[in-house]
């Protein structure tokens, strides 16, 4: 890449200008809101990282290992809401019919799926000092990771080539039967496993926490939640970018196609 | 409505019995894997006593996948897809009536399934209420779910291998629900068995209900 | 033309996968009218009458059919119109009675006006038991064709009606659409048999790279001539 002297603004960089005199695209998915969001969840997971490393005590029970739930906690938290957003996007695709609600239903459950996978790694650790093995069927854990195979699948769909309205109809009904069957799969899981009483890593913040360790679980949460709020806004732009992309080059097709008619009828 | 539901089952069925997918691949890949397991797993430490709720229940499920997968592709027949969207007839009935078809057929081959499961595992059927009530709601279920996933691939070209993903984790609370009460029918587990029955119950109300709404943009939207 | 037409497309286009097979189409079509769609291979002429069948989205400009405006209410129109395709919209392993039969009820008519439509494109009765897998092309054709006759459908979008079928099936075809028009339906269908369908169409419409590039009304001499059965203008 080429660095070019001349000031950005206002001058469009040439490469977007068209031909026909369209509007230039926006080059970037960032603006200063997101800006300041994402110097924000950097900042917050540093301070994340120094309350819940070095100045919270280790816990009673759990000792050292409280240290992953303040990651743990956020991630798994950060990964429902996602999927809820999800779910919300896809009743009002389906309702509204507008591609707004697809594509924010889609960036979230991308981001949703990731966090799902950060859950799974940061339990299997625990798991591991807990247990001494990375996996056991505890409940938690093993729920999460329906879900992570769930969503999978919905992104799977995605992937596949189709009309853009085909694609949105259809993950927008999956992203419905999938939170959907979140609640089912918690309490059949829990009913299965509910005779084997083990340690189990917890799904929230604990009420029992007090002082440094309840601000650093409560900060964790926020953190992740504005991290998931910046990651998703980037990943709608960037989809709501390609969109348009497409669009472009659909016009041209049309153009095209058109010209190909007068062709015809020019002889 | 209830005319239009048996109208497409009474088909669906009919072209079963026709083609015999069924009773012809299917049901001799069940019982395939009612084999495999044994090969799988030590025949001589009474470990397929143990398992023989579980086992036969992943074996239903991966039929339910082959059932499901074949009902929907006698709709992508020459353009009967399309067909069906200019019928006029209400897409709930048509789920509903494939949700029919799809319990019928499953619950033939789950029948077939116990017999061959009580005879090569060596396994007494007994509570049969509760198992009775467990083989139908949890059946129902599968069939609701997978009726919804069913036409997914139809809309989707290139989405039939996604099946069994999409589909699977959805099922895993029917496989828990419906091995758990299960052995509590046959007396390998202590426990109240009905709750799960209940559970298995819920699981097809839910689905039931979500199929018949959700189904109409899957299959009309242009 | 009447004054509210039967299908009236405005700049429309329609996006198949991502290619934009209708680029902006522009046609009204008053009720009663015979009017056939030519133009080359790949013109659009099928994505055309999905299009008005209701099965096609309306990416962009105004498309109404039956009144019915397609990107509000596309199902309203489906179950309306007699589309005859590529496909044969039945059921290969039910018999050619199981599969009108079953269509017939699906679209709310009788037993009894399958039947009577089989009888009409004579379809012989030694093959209504055989599944329609056993059957020849032109034999599946015209078991679709009496499926879509016995809907009795406002808006007939035929395409290609003539292919695969011997010389009286293509008669009775032509038959059919003349019949259809006289009762007062409009009909829009696809064909190459330029001279059988000139002959049959009141107005030929000719697409070319998926926009309407020539509409003309067809010269009364060659109504007189070969289509002596089709009464009177609409």
């Known amino acids: 890449m080429t660095i070019d002297p001349t000031p950005v603004a206002p001058v469009a960089p040439p490469v977007d200008v068209s031909p026909s005199g369209r509007r230039p695209a926006p080059t970037s998915t960032s603006s200063r809101a997101t800006r300041i969001l994402g110097a924000l969840s950097l900042a917050g997971i540093v301070a994340l990282a120094v309350f819940g490393l070095a100045i919270t005590p280790p816990d009673a029970q759990l000792g050292e290992t409280i240290r992953i739930l303040y990651m743990h906690v956020p991630t798994v938290s950060a990964a429902y809401v996602a999927f809820i957003v999800t779910a919300v996007g896809s009743v009002l695709y389906l309702w509204k019919r507008s591609e707004f609600w697809d594509l924010l239903a889609a960036s979230s459950a991308e981001v949703g799926v990731l966090f799902f996978a950060l859950t799974i790694f940061n339990g299997m650790l625990w798991g591991k000092i807990t247990w001494g093995v990375f996996w056991r069927w505890e409940p938690r854990l093993t729920t999460t990771t329906v879900l992570f195979l769930t969503y999978l699948g919905y992104l799977a769909v995605r992937r596949i080539p189709t009309s853009v309205r085909t694609r949105a109809t259809v993950s927008a009904v999956i992203g419905i039967l999938a939170v959907v069957n979140i609640p089912i799969t918690h309490k059949a899981v829990d009913w299965w496993r509910g005779l084997h009483q083990e340690k189990t890593i917890f799904g929230t913040v604990d009420p029992e926490m007090q002082g440094t360790q309840l601000f650093t679980a409560y900060l964790g949460l926020t953190v992740f939640l504005l991290l998931f709020a910046w990651l998703v806004i980037h990943r709608f732009r960037l989809a709501w970018l390609t969109e348009r992309a497409e669009e472009r080059s659909l016009d041209d097709a049309i153009a095209a196609r058109r010209a190909e008619g007068v062709e015809e009828v020019a002889p | ?222 | ?234």
């Open chain 2, 1 to 222: 409505m209830i005319r239009d539901v048996l109208l497409v089952a009474r088909k669906d069925l009919r072209l079963e019995w026709r083609s015999r997918v069924g009773v012809g691949q299917v049901l001799p890949f069940a019982l395939l894997c009612v084999l495999l397991f044994a090969f799988a797993l030590d025949v001589d430490r009474g470990v397929l006593q143990e398992a023989t709720s579980g086992l036969f229940w992943v074996v239903v499920l991966f039929a339910t996948v082959l059932v499901v997968q074949r009902a929907f592709a006698i709709e992508a027949d020459d353009g009967v897809l399309d067909a069906l969207r200019l019928s006029g007839l209400a897409p709930s009935a048509v789920y509903l009536g494939k949700v029919v078809a799809i319990t019928v057929e499953l619950l033939a081959l789950e029948v077939v399934l116990w017999l061959a499961v009580a005879v090569l595992y060596d396994t007494t059927l007994r509570g049969w209420g509760l198992l009775a009530a467990t083989v139908v709601l949890a059946t129902l279920g599968a069939a609701a779910a997978g009726a919804t996933y069913g036409v997914v691939g139809l809309r989707l070209r290139g989405a039939e291998t996604l099946l069994p993903l999409l589909l699977l984790p959805l099922l895993a609370p029917v496989l828990i629900g419906a091995t758990s009460a299960s052995d509590v029918a046959l007396g390998r587990s202590a426990g109240p068995g009905w709750p799960w029955a209940a559970m298995l119950g819920i699981f097809s109300g839910v689905y039931l209900l979500l199929g018949s709404v959700l189904f109409r943009p899957l299959m009309e939207d242009p």
């Open chain 3, 1 to 234: 033309m009447a004054s509210s037409p039967v299908v009236d497309l405005r700049g429309v286009v329609a996006v198949v996968g991502r290619f934009p097979a209708l680029a902006g189409v522009d046609l009204r079509v008053g009720s009663g009218e015979v009017v056939l769609v030519r133009g080359p291979n790949g013109a659009g002429k099928t994505t055309l009458l999905r299009l008005c069948a209701g099965l096609l989205p309306v990416t962009d400009g105004h498309a109404e059919v039956l009144g019915v405006d397609l990107a509000v209410a596309g199902r309203d129109v489906r179950r309306r119109v007699g589309l005859l395709g590529h496909a044969t919209f039945l059921y290969a392993d039910l018999t050619v009675l199981e599969n009108a039969v079953f269509w017939a009820r699906a679209t709310g008519v009788t037993p009894d006006d399958a039947v009577a439509a089989l009888d009409r494109l004579e379809v012989p009765a030694r093959v209504r038991d055989l599944p329609v897998r056993s059957l020849s092309t032109g034999q599946r054709r015209r078991v679709s064709l009496a499926v879509t006759v016995a809907r009795r459908p406002e808006l007939w979008l035929l395409d290609e009606p003539h292919a695969g079928l011997d010389a009286t099936g293509r008669d009775l075809v032509d038959g059919l659409v003349a019949e259809a028009s006289a009762a007062g339906a409009t009909v829009l269908f696809a064909s190459h048999e330029l001279e059988r369908a000139e002959a049959v169409a009141r107005r030929i419409v000719t697409i070319a790279g998926g926009v309407v590039t020539d509409d003309e009304v067809v010269r009364r001499s060659s109504d007189a001539g070969v289509g002596g059965e089709v009464s009177g203008d609409p």
